[in-house]
């Protein structure tokens, strides 16, 4: 259940109920692809991060160690000891950007695994029966994740599909929380609005999915090449039609000044792998900006990476041994950058709320749009 507290003009202020624990929103949603952050970090360290909801991959985690496994398991809170609320996508973006040979039907998609090249078939009731096994918290309807640019033709019939396959995902969960060995019976499902770059057919596809009264939405399909204009044209766009009640979710999104962007524009949840990526690459996101700890500069730079930032990478250890770290090769220079630029991205949401609580969003959004985009 999504409560709405507060708003300042499009950008919201909530609570997300959930059987697992109450997320405060707007939140950032720490991924962890197939069970494990990228970089050396456990679901234990999330707990020092300010970690609110952990985001497992539904069609990694079918292909290995294979959702039965992780059901007998106990479920995939279970399985990697975090104890909060868990997000499951719904394999469709991986079918669409990871297997070379796919097949599309009404029925679902026929695709060759990326690990071993063995054929698979997902369809809606597949993809909810897998994400019933991990036991997540959310799970995500199963959609078309169309390519971009797509005609508008393709785009249409997209939609209708996606549709379709949102009412049959609607269907299938609610026969598996029925069941007697079901994880988790409470298990929520988001759909998903499509509509590529076509402001119409977005509309059009928010307005139809709205009416069949979900337990959240997202906007998908975004941050796939479009301009950041283009995205935030499209959030707002689709923003009017998007149920007040519910919470909105934009998948894959994005960078700090994205997500400031669209929390501007009324988006209350988000995930992306960024932070944890440009880590593994020395880049640390800061109060101050974007920096490579791959620069000679920083050699006997004794200073924390953010003096702003309270992270326990920052308490600890300077930026002169972390880019040593980085130039040893060693592995703790990657598990040492995603913990800080993981704490960063949830204590930027830390900030974002504090703004909206004390009703200066605008203020604080005006402050450090171009202050966090900046490569120092």
């Known amino acids: 259940m999504y409560k709405l507290i507060k708003q300042e003009g499009n950008a919201r202020r909530g609570e997300f109920i959930t059987v697992h624990g109450t997320v405060q929103t707007p939140a950032f949603m720490n991924v962890a692809t197939a069970g494990a952050i990228k970089g050396g970090v456990s679901a234990l360290d999330l707990k020092d991060l300010d970690c609110q909801v952990q985001l497992c991959n539904t069609y990694h985690l ?11 398991l106990g479920g995939i809170r279970n399985f990697t ?29 026929t695709f060759a695994s990326h690990i071993d090249g063995h054929k698979i078939f997902m369809g809606p009731e597949e993809s909810m029966r897998i994400q019933s096994n991990l036991g997540s918290t959310i799970a995500m309807a199963f959609d078309e994740c169309v390519e971009n640019p797509a005609t508008y033709d393709y785009a249409r019939k997209s939609i209708d599909r996606t549709t379709r396959w949102l009412k049959r995902c609607q269907a299938e969960m609610k026969r598996l929380n029925s069941l007697d060995d079901t994880i988790n019976k409470n298990q929520l499902l988001f759909g998903i609005n499509q509509g590529c770059t076509y402001h119409d057919l977005r509309i059009e596809h928010m307005k139809t999915i709205a009416d069949l ?67 593994r690459h020395g880049h640390a996101f800061t109060s101050e900006g974007i920096r490579n700890l791959g620069n000679a500069k920083y050699t006997l730079d004794e200073t924390p990476l953010d003096p702003e930032c309270n992270c326990p990478v920052c308490r600890n250890f300077s930026r002169a041994y972390i880019h040593h770290l980085f130039k040893a090769g060693e592995m703790l220079a990657m598990r040492l950058t995603v ?22 969003f605008e203020e604080f959004y ?8 900046k490569r120092i």
């Open 81 to 109: 000891r975090w104890q909060g609320p868990v997000l499951t996508d719904s394999g469709g973006f991986q079918v669409f950007s990871l297997a070379k040979l796919r097949n599309i039907k009404e029925e679902g998609v």
């Open 213 to 279: 009264n979900l337990d959240g939405y997202a906007i998908g399909g975004l941050a796939v090449g479009e301009t950041a204009e283009e995205m935030y044209s499209v959030i707002e766009s689709v923003e009017p039609h998007m149920p007040k009640d519910k919470i909105r979710y934009l998948m894959g999104v994005g960078t700090p000044a994205n997500i400031l962007e669209a929390v501007r524009r009324g988006v209350d949840i988000f995930d992306c792998v960024m932070p944890t990526r440009n880590a």
């Open 62 to 72: 079918h292909l290995r160690p294979g959702d039965e496994v992780v059901k007998k």
């Open 339 to 360: 913990m800080h630029n993981l704490y960063f991205y949830n204590h930027l949401m830390v900030k974002i709320r504090n703004a909206l609580d004390e009703g200066r």
């Open 366 to 373: 005006k402050e450090n749009i171009d202050k966090i985009s």
